[in-house]
């Protein structure tokens, strides 16, 4: 069973950036499809960006552009580059593992907050 740690998260003014780092435990982790999504307070968790196992990526469109997901498979690690911040970015970002049609491994999260 893989283990995931988030870093990385803070506080960030508005217009900042942030790199997110989850690293992954165990020696299967290229095999994985990995993904991050978000919780905003008082608000269902919402899908961010994944990348698979071979590098193809997805993302929301409204974060197209600001937010580049990659992973480093010799560090076992995924990476979430976060630009141009806005206040509603504000959230606890988590990440997670897929072995196939959903993801059923998370990590424990990392808080995003970003101020005006």
């Known amino acids: 069973q893989v283990q995931l740690v988030e ?19 165990g020696r299967t982790f290229s095999t994985f499809g990995m993904g ?20 193809g990526r997805s993302y929301v469109d409204s974060m197209k552009g600001r937010f580049t997901i990659s992973r480093d498979n010799a560090k076992n690690t995924v990476y979430l580059q976060m630009i141009s911040l806005k206040p509603e970015d504000t959230a606890i970002y988590y990440c997670a593992a897929s ?18």
């Open 99 to 116: 072995r196939g049609s959903h993801y059923d491994t998370w990590g424990q999260g990392t808080q995003v907050t970003v101020s005006s």
């Open 7 to 25: 870093s990385g998260g803070g506080l960030v003014q508005a217009g900042g950036s942030l790199t997110l780092s989850c690293v992954a435990s």
């Open 36 to 55: 991050w999504f978000r919780q905003a307070p008082g608000k269902e968790r919402e899908f961010v960006a994944s990348i698979s196992r071979t590098g």
